[in-house]
């Protein structure tokens, strides 16, 4: 096949074969670039599937260093990385995993002065961060610079996916869904409330599942709608998300027009 | 009427750890005014002075968000089911 090498015409046999999929959709993932922000429970199932899926740039953003309570749940990481930075032990990972892929390491906490910087020549990006300020952060940068965002998030034994796409008119954007964050210190974090570790598994695969699909142009997506993953009472519920015409970010009066900081609520 | 309203797990401590409670009431405010009848922190959990629900906070009336309904006034029927669903950032 033209534009493969033999290898990797063997590495990505069982998609070029899929009519969906194809040589045209291998060679979108191949050139596809994903920022996958927060290298913890939901960024290592998510890009170790885009790495193996053969996204052709991939960056991991974080700025922590591996803890052994990660380990539990983060399994782009072993044993032997911890007190290594995340990015650095994620992008060692994916490279053994597939050579095909740039990993772009990007060792910093993102916030409002280095947002559309570190976003800039990404073609999607992935939500697995682990607190409110990153979250609406993502979500206001990718609105403004017209970026696909691929939430995901998990309490205890749920989760939650949607898929934020400002390039359709339709979509809504998390400032739909939830407006404001919650005060200070009145929601616990997973450190305090704990997470089932396989959960991330869960919603971070259904999040590389979206990333794969859209950069394909497959199917159908999760614009407009949140899955609700309840792993204990293993249930998948879909509710709707509309757009709604008052959101401060993507109303029809904005009140955001560059990316804030929120200080600190929660971890 | 009597519908059940499910209860997210960050907001079990406040109902003595039940999923799921049934309550009475023919909107959503009168469910949640008979949920916080019996559990008293459930109501400033979900709602603030204003009576109005959080902005971090989502309710869905048979898996439609009652905002794009009538909000807090939005009636529910015998056998409808109330979710409540709060932002969570864990990842």
């Known amino acids: 096949m033209r534009d493969f090498t033999e290898e990797q015409v063997h590495r990505y046999a069982r998609h070029i074969i899929l009519p969906e999929v194809g040589g045209a959709g291998q060679r979108k993932l191949l050139d596809a670039s994903v920022l996958v922000v927060g290298v913890g429970g939901l960024g290592s199932p998510a890009a170790l599937y885009l790495a193996a899926a053969g996204v052709g740039t991939i960056g991991l953003a974080d700025h922590d260093a591996v803890d052994i309570t990660n380990l539990q749940r983060q399994i782009l990481h072993t044993t032997s990385d911890v007190g290594r930075q995340k990015a650095a032990s994620g992008a060692e990972t994916i490279e053994a995993i597939n050579p095909d892929v740039n990993v772009v390491v990007i060792d910093e906490r993102i916030d409002a002065s280095n947002a559309f910087r570190i976003l800039d020549g990404f073609d999607v990006v992935v939500d697995g961060s682990d607190n409110f300020p990153t979250r609406y952060l993502l979500n206001d940068a990718c609105y403004l610079l017209g970026k696909p965002l691929v939430s995901g998030a998990i309490f205890r034994f749920e989760g939650q996916v949607t898929v934020f796409d400002p390039r359709r008119e339709d979509s809504p954007c998390y400032r739909c869904l939830f407006r404001s964050p919650p005060a200070a210190g009145s929601v616990p974090n997973c450190e305090q409330a704990g997470v089932f570790g396989v959960l991330a598994g869960t919603i971070g695969t259904i999040q590389a599942t979206e990333v794969i699909k859209l950069v394909c142009g497959i199917g159908e997506g999760l614009v407009g709608a949140l899955l609700l993953y309840d792993a204990l009472e293993t249930r998948f519920t879909r509710v709707r998300v509309a757009r709604d015409d008052s959101c401060p970010l993507c109303g029809s009066s904005p009140e955001i027009t560059e990316p804030i900081d929120y200080q600190e609520f929660c971890g | ?91």
Do not use: C, W
């Not at chain 2, 519908?3 to 405010?29: F, M, N, Q, Y």
């Not at chain 2, 009848?37 to 048979?62: C, T």
């Open chain 2, 1 to 91: 009427m009597s519908v059940e309203v499910k209860i997210p797990t960050v907001l079990r401590k406040h109902t003595d750890g039940e999923a799921s409670v049934t309550a009475s009431g023919g909107t959503i405010r009168e469910l949640f005014d008979d949920v916080a009848g019996r559990f008293p922190e459930f109501r400033e959990k979900v709602m603030g002075d204003d009576g109005e629900l959080h902005r971090f906070i989502n309710v869905y009336a048979n898996d439609e968000d009652v905002r794009y309904l009538q909000g807090m006034d939005t009636a529910v029927a015998d056998g409808d089911v109330v979710a409540i669903l709060p932002a969570v950032a864990g990842g």
